[in-house]
């Protein structure tokens, strides 16, 4: 145990000596990438965020990016910090050796939004689930939650079903009235399948 403290005490040094040059925003600032047990992020943040309250750690954020299974980085004041804060937490597999430059992960944490050309009315073809590659036509839009109801045009009873916004595309406007309008639609894509 003794070559561990001084190697805190190393360490602490360091620190020591530079902070001057820590005083810049960007240099006080470090981020941590800690590898996790894939599709259990979630449950690792919330054990680190109740160390982190408990212990009063330097700690001050913890970010999941969307589409990154297995890891999640941490914005500490030290590694000290880090380690400590991640130390006998479920499911956390480790830091990793070298720090992240926040230009690295930068595409991941700013969410761009998207301009949205989808209309009431429109008819789409769904990309994903159950009902892939199915015509559909929408019949509402809610764009905070991202999401549409569409309805089944070569269904025969017209069911809502919601998705996402990203599971459709759009194949054309509908431009005429709301009533005849979607028979036609229905009309039209039943022609398509019988090969007229």
């Known amino acids: 145990m003794s070559k561990m403290d001084v190697m805190e005490k190393e360490d602490v040094v360091v620190e020591k000596k530079d ?20 599709n259990r992020e979630d449950q ?10 408990k212990k009063g750690m330097h700690v001050y954020s913890i970010v999941r990016p969307h589409g990154m299974r ?12 880090a380690e400590q804060a991640c130390f006998n937490v479920p499911y956390a597999r480790g830091i990793l050796a070298s720090e992240i430059q926040y230009k690295e992960i930068e595409h991941m944490l700013e969410h761009v939004k ?22 559909a036509k929408i019949t509402r839009i809610d764009k905070t939650k991202e999401e549409c109801v569409v309805e089944l045009l070569e269904a025969a009873v017209p069911i809502p079903i919601t998705v996402k916004l990203d599971a459709v595309k759009v194949i054309r406007r509908d431009t005429e009235d709301q009533s005849g309008g979607a028979e036609k639609a229905r009309a039209e894509a039943m022609d398509e399948e019988e090969g007229f």
């Open 70 to 81: 297995g890891y999640i980085f941490m914005e500490a004041g030290s590694r000290a910090d």
């Open 44 to 53: 690792v943040m919330d054990f680190i965020a109740n160390n982190v309250t």
């Open 19 to 38: 902070a001057p040059e820590a005083a810049k925003p960007e240099a006080s600032v470090h981020i941590f990438a800690l590898r996790t047990t894939a």
């Open 114 to 135: 998207q301009v949205i050309n989808i209309e009431k009315g429109d008819i789409v073809e769904l990309i994903s689930g159950p009902f892939k590659r199915e015509k």
